[in-house]
Nanobody, 121 residues
Framework: QVQLVESGGGLVQAGGSLRLSCAAS????????MGWYRQAPGKQRELVAA???????NYSDSVKGRFTISRDNALNTVYLQMNSLKPEDTAVYYC???????????????WGQGTLVTVSS
């Protein structure tokens, strides 16, 4: 069994910062792409940022210059540093990863349970 466990959400004032973490655990051989998505009330889930196993990153236009995604392959962990937060960043943030799992070395698309980020004005 494999899982992603997120942490780091919470309440912050506009202009503040938060750092989200997401750790993968279980029978993992390797991890391909990892990413963060978010879903605000009444809206569809959207990609925030993604990072490949080689460290190539991609950001949504709404967070470019404010958010930074990174990963620690030794710890099977992906991070999202969020600076200059705005009320419109309020959402449930979900971690996603494509895991290569043992023993069959198959690819598995896994989601975390979500962590709430609330930015007050």
């Amino acid at each position: 069994q494999v899982q992603l466990v997120e942490s780091g959400g919470g309440l912050v004032q506009a202009g503040g910062s938060l750092r989200l973490s997401c750790a993968a655990s279980g029978s993992i051989f390797s991890i391909n792409a990892m990413g963060w998505y978010r879903q605000a009330p009444g809206k569809q889930r959207e990609l925030v940022a993604a990072i490949t196993s080689g460290g190539r990153t991609n950001y949504s236009d709404s967070v470019k210059g404010r958010f930074t995604i990174s990963r620690d392959n030794a710890l099977n962990t992906v991070y999202l540093q969020m600076n200059s937060l705005k009320p419109e960043d309020t959402a449930v943030y979900y971690c996603n990863a494509v895991l290569i799992v043992l023993p069959i070395l198959g690819a598995l698309d896994v989601w975390g349970q979500g962590t709430l980020v609330t930015v007050s004005s």
